[in-house]
């Protein structure tokens, strides 16, 4: 059936692996989904009767029974793409004024050279002279300078940006590049590779190897994520793994084999309590219990894995700009803090919807802040298109982040935020400096043919002059120093 055709009160059954088609409520099964999309959870949420459900996701292993409580045009999903078209409408005020500015500049001049020519004719001036001066003044006043001033170093520093895998989408945006002055990440996918990484093992009755093996045994068949990390850790160890058979999945769980005649579990530290867990979860990891015959073993420790260079990119941002970036996250706030913790932010907003990253920016941009926002999923389409400026990552981002986005980082490299950030700042100083020259130029030449006789030549020579010298002055930034690494 067609989710679009679903209303209120509809009970769906989602089989395992398919893309849930509504939002609503489960009413029976178990299962865990994948909700990232909308939550930016790293791991799929465990669903029971009485959990809420969203559009867009995808279940996991076991099936599900949904009562859709929101019609297709309410959805989240739905309500994300509302939101995204809102801000985006509200963006292209701004680059219809810079064009009305033009337009008026320009006929300024045209009516400015109609009245030299014309008063003094009418006050029986001769006609030769008056002429000569009307012309002059036209092209001393013209102004080809000033648009040369500022679209030779924006465009240059797009097409240097763009060697170094930054899509910069406009001149425009790269301008308020450089007027920001605060920076806020997701989390998930953006400072984070997306994807879980064992980072310990603790055994409570044996070693951690043991544990481990064990861990790897019972997980070898499943398509968890959380089973992948341990089957990758296990193999980066170059362990054993013992035979396991009867392998047996239970969704929000865990996995249950029999290894030697003993059974072994992997699952919630809810189902079999243990003190390291606690430990280990009150610190921000996620975790799991490894048991043999009912009895904790060992606790497996996980986290999404800090992407490269992202402590770098903080503290560069942080000099830059003056201020810490702010973490804005739909995933639980101490996991949230964890990884601020290890990057180097300390404004930690957690467990936000995408309307509630989105009240986020505009609070701060009332605030008096210019955000830039960098972030890779559909939950974070709404925050990008409302703010300053969007940054989305390439690779990895979904199709409504990159086509919301002002800016793509085709290859994921966070240090090029703040390399993007110091080429926008530098593209604005030169455009400010080319303005005060070609301003300066044409006031002096036109005072000069007002007041005074400016030869013709003369000021052709100093038209064209300040004309090619702004120019080359811009394109300087396409030299590969302009660009410097975090």
């Known amino acids: 059936?067609?989710?679009?055709?679903?209303?209120?009160?509809?009970?769906?059954?989602?089989?395992?692996?398919?893309?849930?088609?509504?939002?609503?409520?489960?009413?029976?099964?178990?299962?865990?989904?994948?909700?990232?999309?909308?939550?930016?959870?790293?791991?799929?949420?465990?669903?029971?009767?009485?959990?809420?459900?969203?559009?867009?996701?995808?279940?996991?292993?076991?099936?599900?029974?949904?009562?859709?409580?929101?019609?297709?045009?309410?959805?989240?999903?739905?309500?994300?793409?509302?939101l995204v078209e809102q801000a985006t409408a509200t963006k292209a005020r701004t680059q219809l004024f810079i064009e009305k500015v033009e337009q008026r500049y320009s006929i300024g001049v045209v009516v400015a050279t109609l009245a030299i020519f014309a008063v003094p004719l009418l006050a029986g001036a001769p006609l030769e002279p008056t002429l000569l001066r009307a012309m002059t003044f036209m092209i001393v006043a013209s102004p080809c300078a000033v648009v040369l001033a500022t679209m030779p170093p924006l465009l240059a520093a797009i097409a240097n940006a763009g060697r170094h895998g930054v899509l910069v989408k406009s001149a425009v945006v790269l301008e308020r590049v450089a007027t920001t002055t605060t920076v806020a990440f997701d989390k998930t996918g953006t400072l984070t590779a997306g994807t879980p990484r064992l980072v310990s093992v603790t055994g409570v009755d044996r070693s951690s190897g043991e544990v481990l093996a064990l861990a790897t045994a019972a997980e070898h068949g499943s398509e968890h994520p959380l089973g992948a990390a341990v089957v990758a850790a296990a193999r980066s160890a170059g362990l054993v793994v013992p035979t396991a058979t009867g392998f047996r999945s239970t969704p929000g769980r865990g996995v249950t084999v029999d290894v030697a005649g003993r059974s072994v579990a992997v699952g919630r530290p809810a189902d079999v309590p243990c003190s390291e867990a606690d430990d280990l979860e009150s610190s921000g990891h996620t975790t799991a219990v490894v048991s043999v015959d009912g009895a904790p073993a060992g606790v497996l420790g996980l986290a999404d894995e800090v992407r490269p260079g992202a402590p770098a990119t903080v503290a560069a941002l942080t000099a830059l700009t003056g201020r810490a970036p702010v973490l804005l996250t739909g995933d639980d706030h101490r996991v949230a803090r964890r990884l601020a913790a290890q990057v180097g932010i300390e404004d930690v907003r957690a467990r936000l919807l995408p309307e509630d990253k989105v009240e986020e920016v505009r609070a701060l941009e009332r605030a008096g802040e210019r955000v830039l926002v960098v972030g890779d999923g559909v939950n974070d389409a709404p925050a990008l298109a409302a703010a300053h400026v969007g940054m989305a990552m390439g690779g990895i981002g979904s199709d409504l982040a990159l086509q919301t986005a002002d800016v793509v980082l085709v290859h994921d490299d966070l240090g090029a935020v703040p390399s993007l950030l110091a080429l926008a700042r530098r593209a604005r100083r030169v455009v400010i400096a080319n303005l005060a020259l070609a301003g300066t130029v044409i006031a002096v030449l036109a005072t000069w043919d007002l007041v005074g006789h400016l030869p013709l030549p003369l000021g052709v020579a100093g038209h064209e002059g300040s004309t090619i010298l702004v120019a080359l002055n811009g394109l300087r930034l396409l030299y590969s120093s302009a660009w410097t690494r975090a």
């Open 1 to 82: 059936m067609d989710p679009a055709d679903l209303v209120v009160g509809d009970v769906v059954l989602v089989r395992p692996g398919e893309r849930i088609g509504a939002d609503g409520r489960v009413l029976e099964g178990a299962s865990e989904v994948d909700q990232a999309s909308i939550t930016g959870e790293p791991l799929p949420a465990v669903k029971y009767p009485g959990a809420p459900v969203y559009a867009g996701t995808v279940n996991g292993t076991g099936s599900l029974r949904v009562r859709v409580e929101r019609p297709a045009g309410d959805t989240v999903v739905a309500r994300i793409v509302a």
